[in-house]
């Protein structure tokens, strides 16, 4: 009796797991778009310089992995090939590493840097670049939206 029971409940466990719906499940193609806004740059020698009108975008690779493209304007381009994903109740989290190239002029370097973003819409989202071989360790917040208003 009780190996028909254990038969009988792992029959159902298994039938509740083959239904389950494929399109409940987060994809990189939840979050893949355009995200507008700004970014605040802190490092040793300065803090929150403001940016307005920044570009990121996050598209699917494919393969579960997003890439993220920042084309700053006033730091360079970063790029994340293959940033991983984890969603958990419609917040969705990216996390990553590449490499950017920096400098002056034609005098530039290339750096390694981390990132992270917290994306709940492509209107709430922030991301954050920290690159700790320049300036003292420089970290690049971005969020969408608007700029603060930092006149007084």
Do not use: H
């Not at 009796?1 to 159902?12: A, C, E, G, P, Y």
């Not at 970014?39 to 993220?68: P, W």
């Amino acid at each position: 009796m009780k190996v028909r029971l254990f038969l009988m409940m792992s029959i159902v466990v298994i039938g509740m797991m083959a239904c389950k719906n494929n399109e409940d499940l987060a994809t990189v193609a939840d979050i893949a778009g355009n995200y507008e806004g700004y970014s605040l740059a802190s490092c040793a020698y300065f803090q929150d310089r403001c940016t307005d009108g920044e570009l990121i975008n996050v598209s699917d690779n494919g393969d579960g992995s997003a890439k993220v493209t920042f084309a700053s304007q006033q730091w360079g381009e970063f790029i994340v090939a293959k940033a991983q994903m984890t969603e958990e109740e419609g917040v969705y989290r990216l996390s990553g590493n590449g490499k950017v190239e920096m400098g002056m002029g034609e005098n530039t370097s290339s750096y390694d840097f981390t990132f992270s973003a917290t994306i709940k819409s492509i209107n709430d989202s922030q991301m954050q670049f920290s690159v700790a071989g320049v300036m003292g360790g420089l970290t690049i917040d971005f969020a969408t939206g608007e700029a603060p208003n930092t006149e007084e």
